[in-house]
């Protein structure tokens, strides 16, 4: 990945497009399918159209993240809400984070630095942030083979013909601390406590998985709107979705209890194939 253009992503200060009913199902078809990596991708090529491929497979993860965060917020609000599964007892565990206060807080500058120069077992090598383009390389691998191949890819030593080797605990420790302080965002830990048996454990925010979680959820119950609207009046989807959801949920209120929504039924309505970052 060359350097420049790392950089042109990280620093970029996009503005978010706003969301509308139609674009959250834009973001849904492009993503619907696709692994998590290109979820992300698929939601923020909606988000900013402006942005080209090749900008977006730059992203770092931590930068990634807080434009889904940001994303998140436009959609849905500040709070952020979750469950977890307890690692002791198996207990079901809620969670609530403020996005701006408690994650967005924790993001870096966009003039921030990208890249340190460390001395780790002896040599000299350059670590760089990890991008939305390494983290395609390595999904689908077994994590020790990802974490080497991750590492291979985001970590020059500055001696010729030098090899990745496993680095001792102490570098490896020292590794991470660098990664997580040139991209907080890219790792984040919540502590947590089970109601139930009292463990506590930090398990990662996983941003891609909720943002995408509720973004289909969206997308699904818009869809159910339409097909009940359009059952009831005959309206197009293109005029459904035109409307306002303060529109919408007029007309869904006043529609015969026949079409009423059958929220465990979705009938979702046909689309173009998902869109494909590679």
Known sequence: MPADAAASSRRTAWRLRPWSARSVLRAWERGDGLE???RALAVLSVAL??????????????????????????????T??????????????????????????QSVALDAPERAELELDGRRVIVRIPTC???????????????????RRAVAFQEKDSE???????????LGETFERLDPLALVPL??????????????????????AEIENLAGRLLDEAQTLADAYGWSEAEI????????????????SSAAVDEESPRPLPGPAPWSPT
């Open 164 to 174: 990745l080797v496993e680095f001792s605990p102490a570098a490896a420790e020292e």
């Open 36 to 38: 998590r990596t290109a």
């Open 133 to 151: 383009r390494d983290a395609l390389a390595v999904e689908g691998l077994r994590p020790t083979a990802a974490r080497r191949e991750l590492l």
């Open 80 to 105: 952020l809400q979750g469950s977890v599964h307890c690692p002791a007892c198996g207990a079901e565990q809620a969670f609530s984070l403020e996005v701006s206060a408690d994650l967005l807080s």
């Open 241 to 256: 979705l035109a409307m306002s959801g303060r529109r919408r949920r007029y007309y869904l209120e006043k529609a015969p």
């Open 191 to 212: 502590a947590l406590g089970c109601s139930g048996c009292g463990f506590e454990w930090q398990p990662l925010l996983e941003v891609v998985e909720i943002v995408w």
């Open 49 to 78: 159209p402006e942005a080209s491929r090749g900008d977006l497979l730059d992203l770092p993860l931590g930068r990634r993240d807080q434009l889904l965060l940001q994303c998140r917020v436009d959609l849905l609000g500040e």
